[in-house]
């Protein structure tokens, strides 16, 4: 008999479940409340009686992401995470510290389908869909290592978000739950190399959360030589979608901008992406490429992307250079896993 992932339902569905199977409605609060916390079995369920404990785990289990390699930089307080999950796939998570509290950047899925040309995820290949208690268990997971309450989720790990849209809506809705982590929606960052259609879809719901929109490139040329995901939908068409998200939802854009040396840095390049943005309430975050063995791309000098953002700041457009974080333990995504996964081969 197959068993259900209980962590990814939501709590009106655990009250009906419990109901129609004549248990009282007040249980099911108490187990979402365990499963929100992070428990990882029904045995640590201690107000719920023997009985009921060994029926859940009879028809039940709870997804879990545990710890196989942990690295905490020298240089900040950024700690990276590799987890394993139930099916031994590995997934990356970055827990970050900043003024405003902690913030975990999570993946979606196990590998990524999209191939941009610079992602060191998208070197190893795409394996499946995270569920939603796979996703709660990494910030979970982060939580009760480290010992903190995180107060802010970026999905921008190891995958696209969007790819895995119903996955990660039920995600979001059980993290931001009252009832469950608690985790406000303008708390929250969703990240997407230009799925269009699904940025509609995302836009209906009216969601506050941030969207952060993987561009790094001002033209068509450029973006579909270094993203495939281009060549379906032209930077018109994902423009045109974030402009109509910004409509439902009234929530300012953030475009993440890699400069790339030589690529896409020029002073030209700059004057493009700021004809492009016009109009969009938007921040753009200029972010120092992290360099990927085996791949030819290096980041800008410092002085090429002052430069750029001084163009950019002077054409109107709201702008910043991004602190890089964990420079010393590769905290850029994808690279823990290849390099684990290479000291595996004998």
Not at 14 to 32: D, H, S
Not at 69 to 94: A, M, P
Not at 142 to 155: E, F, H, T
Not at 239 to 253: F, K
Request: net charge positive; glycine share 8%; proline share 4%.
């Amino acid at each position: 008999m197959s068993q259900t992932d209980i962590k990814s339902i939501t709590l009106p569905e655990l009250k009906a479940r419990f109901t129609a199977e004549g248990l009282p409605a007040y249980r099911a609060g108490q187990v979402y409340r365990w499963l929100s916390g992070g428990v990882r079995g029904f045995d640590e369920m201690t107000n719920l009686p023997k009985d009921l404990r060994e029926r859940l785990a009879a028809e039940n289990f709870i997804a879990g992401a545990d710890i196989v390699r942990k690295y905490s930089s020298k240089l900040d307080d950024t700690v990276k995470y590799l987890f394993r999950l139930h099916d031994g796939q590995l997934v990356e998570s970055v827990l970050m510290r900043y003024e405003h509290g902690r913030t975990i950047c999570i993946s979606s899925q196990v590998g990524c389908k999209m191939d941009c040309a610079f992602c060191a995820t998208g070197q190893s290949g795409y394996s499946r869909d995270l569920s939603p208690s796979e996703m709660l268990a990494q910030v979970q997971s982060a939580q009760a290592d480290a010992g903190v309450r995180i107060s802010n989720i970026v999905l921008m790990g190891m995958g696209e978000p969007l790819e895995n849209y119903r996955n990660v809506l039920r995600f979001l809705d059980l993290v931001s739950s009252e009832d469950g982590m608690n985790v406000g929606m303008r708390h929250i960052s969703l990240s997407t190399c230009g799925v269009v259609d699904r940025i509609y879809d995302l836009a209906e719901k009216e969601y506050q959360l941030t969207l952060s929109v993987s561009l790094h490139a001002p033209n068509d040329e450029i973006r579909s030589r270094l993203m495939p995901v281009n060549r379906r939908w032209k930077i018109g068409e994902l423009l045109d979608a974030c402009r109509y998200y910004q409509s439902r939802t009234g929530r300012r854009i953030s475009f993440e901008y890699a400069m790339i040396g030589g690529v896409n840095d020029s002073r030209d390049c700059a004057r493009e992406l700021a004809r492009r943005l016009k109009g969009i309430m938007c921040h753009v975050n200029l972010i120092p490429m992290n360099p990927v063995e085996g791949l030819p791309f290096r980041k800008s000098p410092p002085a090429v992307m002052q430069r750029f953002l001084g163009t950019l700041e002077g054409e109107g457009v709201n702008a910043t250079v991004r602190r890089t974080l964990g420079a010393d333990i590769d905290a850029s995504c994808g690279q823990l896993r290849r390099r684990f996964a290479e000291e595996a081969v004998p």
